[in-house]
């Protein structure tokens, strides 16, 4: 494993086979927090687009739909272990915890001004209630079981 510098004082992790191919290239940190650099867009003419690191690393083009999801979260690991090619549904299955969320534990939130607490999970687009708990750790563990058994190897348990 090798590191790529990157603006703003950040590094890229990736394998060393890939090393000698990234490396040639200058990349940034963009807003979102993904490696990329910019490149002349391949159908319009003088103009130019983002190429993020783990999209290069894994060969999908700039046009092609599918994605690639960081198995353990951290955007800047684009070590191959680390990366798989998924659908966006699939992706949005390995999300961490929203930014904003009071609990910090996916999938639940307070009911109200009671002490119950929420279990609830995302399922084709829609959110399918598991139930009212009295901990937050309660809550967790129904998410923790239904996360496991409907989207499997992208549940993001934590």
């Given at each position: 494993?090798k590191?790529?510098?990157l ?152």
């Amino acid at each position: 494993m090798k590191e790529i510098s990157l603006t703003r004082g950040k590094i890229s992790l990736v394998d060393d086979d890939d090393y000698e191919h990234i490396s040639q290239y200058k990349w940034h940190v963009s807003s979102n927090g993904y490696a990329r650099r910019n490149v002349p867009h391949a159908t319009k003419y003088g103009k130019r687009t983002q190429l993020l690191m783990h999209r290069a690393i894994m060969g999908l083009s700039h046009d092609d739909k599918r994605e690639v999801d960081h198995i353990d979260g951290n955007r800047l690991n684009n070590c191959r272990a680390n990366l798989r090619i998924c659908s966006h549904s699939e992706n949005a299955k390995n999300k961490s915890p929203y930014a904003h969320s009071t609990v910090g534990l996916k999938g639940v939130t307070k009911k109200g001004r009671g002490e119950r607490w929420k279990a609830q999970i995302m399922l084709n687009g829609r959110r399918k209630h598991l139930g009212y708990f009295a901990t937050p750790e309660e809550a967790h563990a129904a998410y923790r079981k239904a996360a496991a058994e409907l989207h499997g190897e992208f549940a993001r348990l934590e």
